[in-house]
T-cell receptor
Framework: DTEVTQTPKHLVMGMTNKKSLKCEQHMGHRAMYWYKQKAKKPPELMFVYSYEKLSINESVPSRFSPECPNSSLLNLHLHALQPEDSALYLC????????????????FGQGTRLTVV | LAKTTQPISMDSYEGQEVNITCSHNNIATNDYITWYQQFPSQGPRFIIQGYKTKVTNEVASLFIPADRKSSTLSLPRVSLSDTAVYYCLVAMIYNQGGKLIFGQGTELSVKP
C-alpha cells in the first residue's frame, strides 16, 4: 500500500461550522504534513508532525487545529473558517532515511477541496 | 530556507528532451534538491532527489553542478501526459522532518 488517503474529497462548510479533514497512510512513515493550495499557486506548508509530535507550525491561524492520534492518522480540525480559507488541502507523509532522520521523498494524497460559504 | 527560482512556463513537443533549470543560490550544506510533478486537482508526485553530481531514475535525470547553486531536471522524450507543473525544492533533512517548501513551479506544456 503506497497511498495516502484523504477524506472527504470535497467539503462545503459554513463559517460557523466545525468540520475535520482526515488523512491516513499505512506505509509506516513517521513524518506527516498538511499543506494548503490555492488555485494556480504552489502548495503552502502548514504543519509537520514527526513521530506523532507537532514539530513545525508555519504560523497557521488557530482556526486550523491539527491532530495526530497515531502514526497512521492525521486530522485537521476546522472551526470558524473564512471564505478565503477555501482551497485544496493536501496531506503528505515521508519515511525515515537509512541513516536516520526523515526523507524528503514525500507521498501526497489527492487532497480535500474545501469551500467555505 | 533556500529559495528557488525557476521559469514560470515552458513549451515542448512530443519526443523532445526537456530541461528545466532551477536556481537556489543560498542552498545550505544540509539541503537536498528535490523535484515534484503536479497534475491539476491532484497532489504533487515525487520525481527525483539529489545532493550533488548526477542522479538518474526511470523517469528523469537530475544534474547538480559542484557549487550546488542550481540544478537541472531533464525529462527524456516527453509525451503529452508530461504536461504538468514541475516544482523544484530544496529541503533540509533533519530529525524533525524534511521541511518541504514549494517554489512557484514551472508549467510545462507538451504539444503534439
Amino acid at each position: 500500500d503506497t497511498e495516502v488517503t484523504q477524506t472527504p474529497k470535497h467539503l462545503v462548510m459554513g463559517m460557523t461550522n466545525k468540520k475535520s479533514l482526515k488523512c491516513e497512510q499505512h506505509m509506516g512513515h513517521r513524518a506527516m504534513y498538511w499543506y494548503k493550495q490555492k488555485a494556480k499557486k504552489p502548495p503552502e506548508l502548514m504543519f509537520v508532525y514527526s513521530y506523532e509530535k507537532l514539530s513545525i507550525n508555519e504560523s497557521v491561524p488557530s482556526r486550523f487545529s491539527p491532530e495526530c492520534p497515531n502514526s497512521s492518522l492525521l486530522n485537521l480540525h476546522l472551526h470558524a473558517l473564512q471564505p478565503e480559507d477555501s482551497a485544496l488541502y493536501l496531506c503528505a507523509s515521508s519515511p525515515e532515511t537509512r541513516a536516520g532522520g526523515l526523507n524528503t521523498e514525500a507521498f501526497f494524497g489527492q487532497g480535500t477541496r474545501l469551500t467555505v460559504v | 530556507l533556500a529559495k528557488t527560482t525557476q521559469p514560470i512556463s515552458m513549451d515542448s513537443y512530443e519526443g523532445q528532451e526537456v530541461n528545466i533549470t532551477c536556481s537556489h543560490n543560498n542552498i545550505a550544506t544540509n539541503d537536498y534538491i528535490t523535484w515534484y510533478q503536479q497534475f491539476p486537482s491532484q497532489g504533487p508526485r515525487f520525481i527525483i532527489q539529489g545532493y550533488k553530481t548526477k542522479v538518474t531514475n526511470e523517469v528523469a535525470s537530475l544534474f547538480i553542478p559542484a557549487d550546488r547553486k542550481s540544478s537541472t531536471l531533464s525529462l527524456p522524450r516527453v509525451s503529452l501526459s508530461d504536461t504538468a507543473v514541475y516544482y523544484c525544492l530544496v529541503a533540509m533533512i533533519y530529525n524533525q522532518g524534511g521541511k518541504l517548501i514549494f517554489g512557484q513551479g514551472t508549467e510545462l506544456s507538451v504539444k503534439p
